[in-house]
């Protein structure tokens, strides 16, 4: 280090620190490292120094500061250090480790990135190795003009987001007993920031100090309402709400009737998603007290056990049952994922399984990374520190399981599957429970429930050994008997023996699959027709699970018959609910439909069927997306079905379909953050497009594979794609794509530092824009003209262009491009000094995007207000508006917003493309 600005200013003099004696130097001195290696213009250091009492000859009288200050300088071996003089100012040039607060912000972001990267350790030794770099008040003997106070104000900051962050790595690590003493410290400096009182709550909570912490919440309320006249953000309610519902569930386990201990409704953002749990289980005693030995582990290693069987012999049906059992024990919530390792299609990969835990832990589309290692490691971080239960269902193999452990020992993973996953049990340190056939006792039990308890014991023993001792096999044919009331046990089991012998299936060693296979052939012989026929074009089906208006569409019929039949699969338990009016069917099962399928339908009738699918989803897709407010509940639902069914309609003679369910989901993809499902649907609409010849088709997946590259920062990749959908689209004559997608090339050359390239793309869509009528596009191509004018310098046209496409946006009733407008136009009247201004437009921008939704955009405003009221001195204002910009750009997953929470010059503008 060679100048120290964290705390008084002090420079290097060879031998120790030295003060700079005149007050005048130190300001100078101050500007010029505040930006190292930029040119500090003599106008803006003059009123630094003087403001509005200017003596008469100030130019010379600075030339004489910088003139002292450069002897200083001089005299010092600074090694690679010179104060230089420009032609509109001077410049200090310093590299980022002679610097205290550049070392600080470098230590800071890598423990950033290791807390992410669930390396905790690293991340702690970082946060402290910055945080000791503070000997005081940043710049604490320099006087302050406008410029230095806000930078003093933002290096504060940033030291308490540091000292935050730093907390966090505690608690990560699992240091609750020793800091709280720091964090009750922090609370009672800083007790409007709720992110230190989310981790004081959580650390006295883990400490086994329940009533502390709820004690600490009630503090926390008591401040925010009467400081700010707020509740606590979701976070803080949620920690609240998760405490109270373990002190519940630990009554419940006394048989307490206490109505105090009554918990509040479970937010939203804790996951309970367990299936229901298997109705009437029978059995297993032992290995339930194997898997309670699960949450009685005292270790910091996550504890994982692999439940291992044979195809239907119950470990789906163990694993929830015992989730259920213990569920109170993980206040955090519980996640659960079938990760389909033996269905016929293709098997869940880790990437979408992430995906949906971190959605379910509340994080937005656009926050989820792209990568497998991305993911997993913002997994590990979402889930430190919280106590949770997660079911790995059905799993095929270690390299679908790996990636969705959790990295701490707080929480606990049962893992099903046909496989012994040796791999994880060898190298990761995961339990194997051995699930065999159920008992002889168990199955005539289970089966004796199931069939409310006839005594017909002969009966009963000899339809357990036709079902091979499988409790799925015991469930389909409980179900038949009861249905069959008037047949007696014993009849029913020699007709299931008949079946038996006539799928000549009794030579095949006793394996327990074909005991499965003759109970499936011998329920399905006795459904109804409509049911029948239902059940063999489910297996045509491409997706996870569906809907009466799926199965409508499959069998050519209204969806109320649909849903009858829907009804009697499942009551037979051929299928089963996975949310209201949706169902799957079991793998075992799944593979039975599609033999049907393939056996029992005419080529034709299966064409037909799966033509009447495609049209429906194109038809109820397109229209979702014409009606965003109310279509989107429709595309978020239906998104992993849609995206599998254009990769079934592209590789199985739909091209058509695949091309036109691309174009649907185009928006919804890029809106909601799902670029990896975009990368896939692009591709094959591309590859479709091309095998039908279809040139606009062709642009346009060309178009969609550059947009969400740009989105992904893999920039190389996105210039090839837009330029070949820019050149597709000159060829198709589509003016108005093509204006779109300049858009999306200027928008690509301003985040590569290509200003010029920027803001020609951005000059000629306006125009275009214009000559077409397409106000819309010409609003985005306004903007951004305004902001790379801003970044040149050149304000008087940026602010021309910003107030027109405040205006244009507003005649149209276009909300968000008008809140993009204002809000640039705010970061611009900063810019210039109008700070009252500057809050108007902030504060418009800000409401407006709270009213479209648009959360990044309602964070930027936040964090621009926040700089505003800063400079209005309105500092308690800036410091609510900048702690509720941060949680956003937190929760969104946008790392560069929230790191731009601490820094002064962060408030430049952003382009947008669409």
């Not at 400490?207 to 401040?223: E, Q």
């Not at 479970?266 to 109705?279: E, F, I, T």
């Amino acid at each position: 280090m060679r100048f120290r600005l964290l705390g008084p200013l002090r420079v290097w003099n060879g031998e120790t620190w030295s003060p700079v004696r005149a007050a005048q130097q130190r300001v100078v001195l101050s500007m010029l490292l505040i930006e190292p290696g930029r040119v500090v213009s003599t106008d803006r250091l003059i009123d630094e120094i003087w403001g509005e009492r200017q003596p008469p000859a100030a130019g010379p009288v600075l030339r004489g500061y910088v003139l002292r200050l450069r002897r200083l300088l001089d005299s010092a071996p600074v090694a690679g250090s010179a104060l230089l003089t420009q032609p509109s100012g001077y410049e200090l040039v310093a590299g980022a480790e002679d610097v205290d607060a550049l070392i600080f912000d470098r230590l800071v972001a890598s423990g950033r990135r290791s807390l992410a990267d669930g390396d905790g350790e690293r991340a702690v030794n970082d946060l402290s190795e910055a945080l000791a770099l503070w000997r005081g008040p940043a710049l604490a003997d320099v006087p302050v003009g406008p410029t230095i106070v806000g930078h003093v104000a933002a290096l504060e900051r940033a030291r308490l987001a540091a000292t935050v962050d730093y907390t966090a790595g505690q608690l990560y690590l699992g240091r609750h007993d020793e800091i709280i003493g720091e964090l009750e410290r922090l609370v009672a400096l800083h007790p409007l920031l709720e992110r230190l009182w989310e981790h004081l709550v959580l650390a006295l909570h883990r400490s086994g100090r329940r009533a502390d912490a709820l004690d600490a919440y009630r503090r926390a309320r008591t401040v925010l309402t009467a400081e700010l006249g707020l509740e606590p953000g979701r976070r803080l309610q949620d920690l609240q709400r998760a405490i109270l519902a373990e002190r519940r569930s630990a009554a419940d386990r006394q048989r307490s009737t206490d109505p105090a201990d009554s918990p509040a409704v479970s937010a939203s953002s804790v996951p309970r998603q367990l299936p229901a749990d298997p109705g009437e289980f029978t059995g297993r005693t032992e290995e339930l007290r194997h898997l309670d030995t699960i949450v009685s582990a005292d270790d910091r290693r996550t504890v994982a056990t692999v439940i291992t069987g044979a195809a239907g012999v119950g470990k789906t049906a163990l694993a929830v049952h015992w989730a259920h059992r213990v569920a109170g024990r993980f206040p955090d919530g519980q996640l659960y994922v079938n990760l389909r390792g033996y269905d016929p299609d293709q098997p869940m990969v880790a990437t979408e399984a992430l995906a949906g835990f971190l959605t379910a832990l509340g994080l937005a589309g656009r926050a989820i990374p792209a990568g497998l290692d991305e993911r997993a490691a913002r997994f590990r971080t979402e889930v430190s520190g919280r106590r949770m239960l997660i079911v790995l269902d059905n799993a095929a193999s270690v390299e679908q399981v790996r990636p969705l452990l959790p990295g701490t020992g707080t929480n606990a993973v049962v893992v099903t599957s046909r496989d012994s996953l040796a791999g994880l049990v060898a190298r990761d340190g995961a339990q194997r429970l051995d699930l065999d056939l159920l008992p002889a006792r168990d199955a005539r039990a289970l089966l004796d429930r199931l069939v409310g308890g006839r005594a017909e014991p002969d009966g009963m023993a000899a339809l357990v050994q036709r079902s091979g001792r499988l409790p799925l096999a015991l469930r389909v044919v409980a179900e038949l008997a009861n249905s069959r009331a008037d047949r007696s046990l014993a009849d029913l089991a020699d007709e299931l023996a008949d079946q038996q012998r006539r799928l000549e299936l009794l030579d095949a060693g006793g394996d327990p699959r074909a005991a499965v296979t003759a109970v499936f052939s011998w329920s399905i012989r006795h459904l109804p027709p409509d049911a029948g026929r239902a059940f063999r074009l489910i297996g045509l089906f491409p997706g996870p699970d569906l809907d009466a208006c799926a199965l409508g569409a499959l069998a050519d019929t209204a969806s109320g018959p649909a849903r009858r039949a829907l009804d009697t699969l499942t009551r037979a338990n051929l299928l089963y609910r996975t949310a209201t009016d949706r169902y799957a069917v079991h793998d075992l099962l799944r593979a039975y439909a599609a033999g049907l399928a393939a056996t029992d339908l005419d080529p034709s009738d299966r064409r037909a069927a799966l033509q009447r699918l495609f049209d429906h989803y194109v038809t109820a897709g397109s229209a979702a997306a014409e009606r965003p407010d109310t279509g989107r509940h429709w595309l978020d639902v239906e998104r992993r079905t849609l995206v599998r069914v254009v990769a079934h309609a592209a590789a199985h003679g739909w091209p058509t379909h695949a091309v036109r369910l691309a174009a649907v989901l185009h928006d919804h993809l890029d809106s909601g953050g799902w670029y990896t499902d975009a990368i896939a649907v692009h591709t094959q609409a591309r590859d479709a497009a091309e095998q039908i010849g279809d040139r606009s088709a062709h642009a346009h997946a060309w178009y969609g594979l550059g947009v969400t590259h740009l989105r992904l920062g893999t920039h190389a990749t996105a210039g090839q794609c837009l330029r070949l959908a820019l050149d597709r689209f000159r060829q198709t004559g589509d003016r108005r794509n093509e204006v779109r997608t300049r858009l999306a090339l200027g928008v690509l050359h301003a985040q590569t530092g290509r200003r010029a390239a920027a803001a020609a793309d951005f000059q000629r869509a306006a125009e275009q824009s214009g000559d077409l009528g397409d106000d819309g596009s010409r609003v985005n191509a306004l903007i951004n003209l305004g902001i790379v004018a801003a970044q040149a310098g050149r304000h008087d046209a940026a602010a021309g262009h910003l107030g027109h496409a405040v205006d244009i946006s507003r005649r149209l009733g276009d909300r968000r491009r008008q809140a993009d407008a204002l809000v640039n136009l705010g970061v611009l009247d900063g810019w210039a000094g109008r700070h009252a201004a500057a809050a108007g437009h902030c504060e418009e921008a800000l409401a407006l995007y709270r009213r479209v939704g648009d959360r990044a955009g309602e964070a930027r405003a936040l964090h621009n207000l926040g700089e505003v009221q800063g400079c209005l001195g309105h500092d308690a204002e800036a410091a609510v508006a900048y702690e509720r910009a941060r949680a956003i750009f937190r929760e969104i997953g946008d790392r560069v917003g929230e790191a731009q929470t601490t820094d002064p010059a962060a408030d430049v503008p952003g382009v947008v493309d669409d």
